[in-house]
């Protein structure tokens, strides 16, 4: 039995296309399946729930849907030892599905989900918020800044429904960041990372990457491994943000770990006080503005079907 999460509302529309196509395929090969839409924003965290709640050991749930809905999943299960986890990416980004190296159309990757004989498992990130009572999973990334800024305005960009409709919805991310760079205000933060004090002024971002890429496919960290127990947080700051301009086709070209100002460091936990409230997002998922945030890797978290 698979069970599906559906966002059919994903790139603009197209995530049920493609729903219709999957469902059409599982019926004419008499694949047993359950399957429920998402009916508003937080719908699939409640849905993980429930799932969670069903009598049997395992269970498999694919998700169609983009990182968004794939975030708001990992949110929703309450016992990551229950469930393998498949995804057939239909959003714009869709970084969680290049991060694992997904390849094919979507009925090829739900033939190597009905196909699959195991799973692998893969680190996930938590983000603590400093007041909040529940922590954060991440799959892809988080971060306070810059990304954080451009994905909140990414969430209800007219351009970004646009683009999509050309095939271009990548291309959203860059020109906001360009947009964004230079309207913001920058903060200071005091960061400990495994426990070693440092003092970064005029940040521009912040971003703990589980995979290496981010918003549609910009490496931040280029080396960012899922299964090596490790967070890799790209830090940018104390450059002046027309120089930040400047390196930025560095940044998409992944050639920015040598660059001043430009720090990767990899860790088990990041622990930031910012010197005043700051955009914070999960995966594009916008979560507030937030002064005070220890992020961690969960190793071997989440079970892959592969």
């Not at 719908?43 to 269970?59: F, G, R, V």
């Not at 986890?85 to 390849?103: E, H, V």
Request: charged share 25%; aromatic share 8%.
């Amino acid at each position: 039995m698979l069970y599906f999460i559906v966002n059919p509302t994903s790139r603009t529309g197209k995530g049920l296309e493609i729903w219709k196509s999957v469902k059409q395929y599982l019926k004419e090969h008499n694949i047993p399946f359950k399957a429920v839409d998402t009916k508003y924003e937080g719908h699939a965290t409640e849905l993980a729930e429930e799932l969670c709640t069903l009598p049997q050991s395992k269970i498999n749930l694919v998700v169609i849907g983009g990182d968004g809905t794939i975030n708001e999943v990992i949110n929703g299960i309450t016992d990551f030892s229950k469930i393998n986890f498949g995804i057939i990416p239909t959003g714009s980004g869709n970084d969680f599905a290049r991060g694992l190296g997904i390849k094919g159309n979507p009925i090829e990757q739900l033939k190597t989900i009905v196909d699959s004989q195991r799973t692998e498992a893969i680190d996930i990130g938590k983000a603590e918020i400093a007041g909040e009572a529940t922590p954060r999973y991440f799959a892809i990334s988080s971060g306070v800044g810059l990304d954080a800024i451009v994905c909140k305005k990414a969430l209800t960009s007219k351009l970004k429904t646009f683009l999509n409709k050309l095939h271009l919805g990548k291309l959203t991310y860059i020109i906001l960041t360009v947009e964004t760079l230079f309207s913001m205000t920058t903060a200071d933060i005091e960061a400990w990372i495994d426990g070693e004090k440092r003092e970064l002024s005029k940040v521009i971002f912040v971003a703990a990457m589980n995979f290496r890429a981010e918003g549609g496919g910009v490496p931040m960290a280029p080396r960012a491994d899922a299964r090596d127990g490790l967070l890799s947080v790209c830090m940018v700051h104390s450059i002046p943000k027309w120089r930040t301009f400047f390196c930025l086709p560095f940044l998409v070209a992944a050639k920015h770990e040598n660059i001043k100002g430009f720090d990767i460091v990899n860790c088990k936990k990041c622990h930031m006080k910012i010197s005043e409230p700051v955009v914070m997002h999960a995966d594009g998922e916008y979560c507030g503005d937030v002064v005070d945030i220890m992020y961690e890797c969960v190793p071997e978290k989440l079970n892959l079907i592969v």
